[in-house]
């Protein structure tokens, strides 16, 4: 049996990926200030004995002992990261020092989750990991954006001066069931606002794309990649590579509700990246990982998420 540590295991991604762990015979600490992540999230595991819940913030060392560490504590939508900006910063860079002096003193192997917001508002297209990224480092996607840039190059020291065995992956655009419904992000804002019948807010023209994930195939990838032997390290990207404009999603996503709410247009926010997909080469050959659950299918059960969540 593994001790593994999540950071962020009461969020989206993280607890599903506490839940994937668990399911394989391990022991999870997951550790969660509860920024963002749901009690609801965590609380059927709580049951469960090989499952432990720490309240702490990333940002303060933590002193326990374990074999492997998922580090994932940090708010992903906009709306929550830019609410307490220095915060955000603090938490990608003083929660990757903290952790990874964990797991320099415990000898735990650790992983990054790191995003494809690295790559900024891209000049190359799809993004490759060999590609140095167009961040504004001033605007208000910085304190993520930078943070997350500057927990990769704390990583890499890491692993350069102190031997650590370190796992980065570049997480594209995920979703999926226990996204909270008013965290701002595309999906579960379209998914919401298409059930209450209420208007689709399009920012900007539409025309901007991205890339998503299902989150299953996410967790997938990201569990794929810290169980990959020692000398894959990353950066991985993680993402499904079917690009769709944001304007197209809107009207899936109409249809997959069966709503009948009207797409209106709101101001394109500022530095809002205007393509993104990922090249996922390194993913298929290192990982022998490549998404599975097709857009309209995860959309799908994404809807079906939010119904049950509204119908409450
Ligand atoms: P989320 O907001 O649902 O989860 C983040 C979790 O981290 C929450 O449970 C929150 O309470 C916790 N947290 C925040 N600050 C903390 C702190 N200082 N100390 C302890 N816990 C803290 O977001 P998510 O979508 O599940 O994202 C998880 C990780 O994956 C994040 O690091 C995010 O940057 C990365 N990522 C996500 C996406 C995506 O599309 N969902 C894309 C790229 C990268
Ligand atoms: N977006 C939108 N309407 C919304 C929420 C988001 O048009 O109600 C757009 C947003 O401007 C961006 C894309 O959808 O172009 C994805 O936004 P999200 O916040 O989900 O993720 P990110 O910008 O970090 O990729």
């Known amino acids: 049996m593994t001790r593994i540590v999540v950071t962020g295991g009461a969020g989206f991604i993280g607890s599903h990926i506490c839940e994937r762990l668990l399911a394989a015979g391990h022991e999870v600490l997951c550790v969660d200030n509860f920024f963002t992540g749901r009690r609801q999230n ?6 469960n004995s090989s499952f432990e819940l720490i309240r702490h913030d990333v940002t303060f060392p933590l002193y326990i002992e374990t074999d492997q ?11 929550h990261y830019q609410f307490d900006p220095v915060q955000t910063t603090k938490t990608s ?44 480092p001033i605007g208000p996607r910085a304190c993520y954006d930078e943070g997350k840039r500057c927990a990769e190059t704390l990583f890499f020291d890491y692993y350069r001066q102190h031997k650590l065995r370190i ?26 606002q298409a059930l209450k019948g209420e208007p689709i807010t399009v920012y900007g023209k539409g025309d901007q794309t991205r890339s998503f994930c299902y989150v299953d195939d996410t967790v997938d990838g990201i569990i794929r990649l810290m169980e990959a032997p020692d000398d894959v390290t ?36 500022q530095d809002d990246p205007v393509r993104r997909r990922p090249d996922i080469a390194i993913a298929k050959g290192k990982l022998a990982w490549e998404p599975k659950v097709a857009l309209d299918d995860g959309l799908e059960r994404t809807v079906q998420f939010f119904r049950g969540l509204l119908a409450q």
């Open 42 to 47: 965590i609380s059927p595991m709580l049951k």
């Open 69 to 79: 560490i998922y580090n994932l504590a940090c708010p992903a939508s906009p709306v």
């Open 93 to 136: 860079v003083h929660g990757a020092i903290n952790m990874l002096g964990l797991a320099k003193r415990t000898k735990a192997k650790i992983l990054q989750a790191s995003t494809s917001e690295v790559y900024g508002d891209p000049a190359i297209h799809p993004q490759v990991e060999s590609y140095w990224g167009n961040v504004n």
């Open 167 to 192: 796992k980065v992956v570049r997480i594209f655009n995920t979703y999926g069931p226990r996204m909270l419904p008013d965290d701002g992000r595309v999906v579960s804002n379209f998914a919401v």
């Open 234 to 269: 990353g950066p991985v990207n993680i993402g499904n590579p079917v690009e769709t404009t944001v304007y197209e999603l809107a009207e899936k996503i109409i249809k997959l509700a069966k709503s009948s709410s009207k797409i209106i247009h709101k101001p394109l926010p």
